[in-house]
């Protein structure tokens, strides 16, 4: 199955080669290598207008997800019945936020990136965090996401979000 990476902004210069790569390995730990998963990077205007159409929330962000299986449990992968089925869903990142946020905070951007991303797949594949108990099981699940990256790549990424914040 396909992962499709698509750039519809230009604010942010992006490494695509090595998001593409980071973006398998991700979907080799989680074993998800067989469904279809758009990853779609895009500016504040972008990223804040999809927020508020979905989320009534008018504001820009890190990340949204759109999964295929809305009712999936987490910790859960699909049991697709035909191709039609192997799609997990999209995630837009917004470059632009992320680019600011880690300028704000001192991070290194390419390495939110993959983070953000990985948050993004546990979204996909039914993790929530709208209580503090759903926040604890998706930050664990991060957790195990990076540790297992960090062993096969040697870089050292841990979860953005480190506390439970309910208004995110």
């Known amino acids: ?17 090595k998001l593409r790569r980071e973006v ?5 730990i989680l074993g998800i290598q067989r469904f279809d998963l758009g990853l779609i990077c895009v500016d504040n205007q972008r990223i804040q207008h999809i927020n508020k159409t979905y989320r009534h929330k008018d504001t820009p962000t890190d ?21 039609d089925e192997c799609n997990l869903g999209d ?15 001192g991070w290194d951007f390419h390495s939110a990136l993959t983070v953000v991303t990985a948050h993004g797949i546990c979204h996909l594949l039914g993790y929530r965090h709208e ?22 790549t040697g870089c050292h990424l841990e979860p953005l979000t480190k506390e439970y914040n309910s208004e995110k």
């Open 131 to 152: 209580t503090e108990e759903e926040w604890k099981q998706m930050f664990q699940k991060e957790s195990f996401i990076l540790h297992e990256f960090n062993k096969r």
């Open 1 to 17: 199955m396909s992962f499709v990476l698509r750039n519809l902004q230009g604010v942010v210069p992006l490494r695509r080669a």
């Open 24 to 28: 398998e390995t991700l979907r080799q």
């Open 63 to 83: 990340v949204l997800s759109f999964p295929f299986y809305e009712d999936l449990k987490a910790g859960e992968l699909p049991s697709q019945l035909d191709r």
């Open 91 to 105: 995630i837009f990142l917004g470059v632009e936020y992320l680019l600011r946020q880690c300028n704000e905070e």
